[in-house]
Structures are given as structure tokens and as C-alpha cells.
T-cell receptor, first 114, second 114 residues
């Protein structure tokens, strides 16, 4: 299995809702990532988990809360989002977080905040 | 100065021509460099990785790295309409607070016209 699976593919939520994005990989990778991508912009790093511990938080607002329950799963909990948070959220994984390792991306979850 | 900069686009080439994409980076200690291709509405997919100075060829794609000049390029030979996409240069952080962080350039939109 060489895939990163993200669910849901599309999510529409109001500013008062609580929702979660899920990411799963079965490649034995020990590093997992969340990126945010706005239209016509490159992906921007949000969080990095290495061996199930949060190693990088790119000063992301607390309305985004990551969770790594085990080495195969990564969640992004969403609460009190703003319309400007509407974007494509990409999950990725790599063997570990050292430099040479290639990131494999999931198909993304497209989030719309009303 | 942006951490990763790509040549401004969009780039338009005729079918069968060579497309040349360029990227510079600011972190002199970076050791890992990647080119990703992203079709509209899809997630990034890896085209090439390069770690040592010189050229690396894979089919119609050649990546070139010059660490002294902090420069990475991607050549696409015999360009096909299916190569039309956004090409993202990505650089892996060398250490310190950048360790494990993959940073993308702003992307170059390539159009190959028949």
C-alpha cells in the first residue's frame, strides 16, 4: 500500500461547527504532515509529527488542533473556523522527518467555511 | 527574501520542445531538493528528487543541482500537452528550526500547446 488516504474529500462547515479531517497511511512511515493550500498558492506547512510527537507547529491558530493517535493516523480537528480558512488541506507522510525522505501526499480535503 | 523562489511564469512551450524550470533557495545548508507536479484540483506528485551536485535524469526529465549557486532546475524534454501543470520546487530544511520542514516555491505554471 503506497497511498495516503484523506477523508472527507469535501467538507462544508459553518463558523460554529466542530469537524475533523482524517489521514491514514499504511506504509510504515513515522513522519506525517499537514499542509494548507489556497488557490493558486503553494502548499504551506502547518504541522509535522515525528514518531507520533508534534515536532513542528508553524504558528498555526489554535482553532486548528492536530492529533496523531498512532503511527498510521493523523487528524486535524477544526473549531470556530473563519471563511478565510477555506482551502485544500493536504496530508503527507514520509519514512521519517530527515532531509532525504520524500513526502507522499494524499488527495486532499477541500474545506469550505461559510 | 523568500526561502524558495521559482522563475516567474506562466511558461508556454510548443509540443516537442524543451521546458526549463528554475528555482533558487536561501538556506545554504539545505541538502534535499524536489520537484513536484500538481494538476489543477489535484495534490502534488513527486517528479524528481536530487541530493548531489550535477544532473539526474529520469526519462524525459532532468534535474540539475548547483549548491554553490543555490540553484535547482528541471528540464522537460519532448514536452507533451499532458505535461501542462504547475511545477513546484521544494527544499528540505537543513537543521535547527528548519529540520524536517519541506518548503515550496510559488510554482511555475507550464502550458504545452499542440
Amino acid at each position: 500500500d503506497t497511498e495516503v488516504t484523506q477523508t472527507p474529500k469535501h467538507l462544508v462547515m459553518g463558523m460554529t461547527n466542530k469537524k475533523s479531517l482524517k489521514c491514514e497511511q499504511h506504509m510504515g512511515h513515522r513522519a506525517m504532515y499537514w499542509y494548507k493550500q489556497k488557490a493558486k498558492k503553494p502548499p504551506e506547512l502547518m504541522f509535522v509529527y515525528s514518531y507520533e510527537k508534534l515536532s513542528i507547529n508553524e504558528s498555526v491558530p489554535s482553532r486548528f488542533s492536530p492529533e496523531c493517535p498512532n503511527s498510521s493516523l493523523l487528524n486535524l480537528h477544526l473549531h470556530a473556523l473563519q471563511p478565510e480558512d477555506s482551502a485544500l488541506y493536504l496530508c503527507a507522510s514520509s519514512h521519517d522527518s530527515s532531509g532525504a525522505n520524500v513526502l507522499t501526499f494524499g488527495a486532499g480535503s477541500r474545506l469550505t467555511v461559510l | 527574501q523568500k526561502e524558495v523562489e521559482q522563475n516567474s511564469g506562466p511558461l508556454s512551450v510548443p509540443e516537442g520542445a524543451i521546458a526549463s524550470l528554475n528555482c533558487t533557495y536561501s538556506d545554504r545548508g539545505s541538502q534535499s531538493f524536489f520537484w513536484y507536479r500538481q494538476y489543477s484540483g489535484k495534490s502534488p506528485e513527486l517528479i524528481m528528487s536530487i541530493y548531489s551536485n550535477g544532473d539526474k535524469e529520469d526519462g524525459r526529465f532532468t534535474a540539475q543541482l548547483n549548491k554553490a549557486s543555490q540553484y535547482v532546475s528541471l528540464l522537460i524534454r519532448d514536452s507533451q500537452p499532458s505535461d501542462s501543470a504547475t511545477y513546484l520546487c521544494a527544499v528540505r530544511g537543513a537543521g535547527g528550526t528548519s529540520y524536517g520542514k519541506l518548503t515550496f516555491g510559488q510554482g511555475t505554471i507550464l502550458t504545452v500547446h499542440p
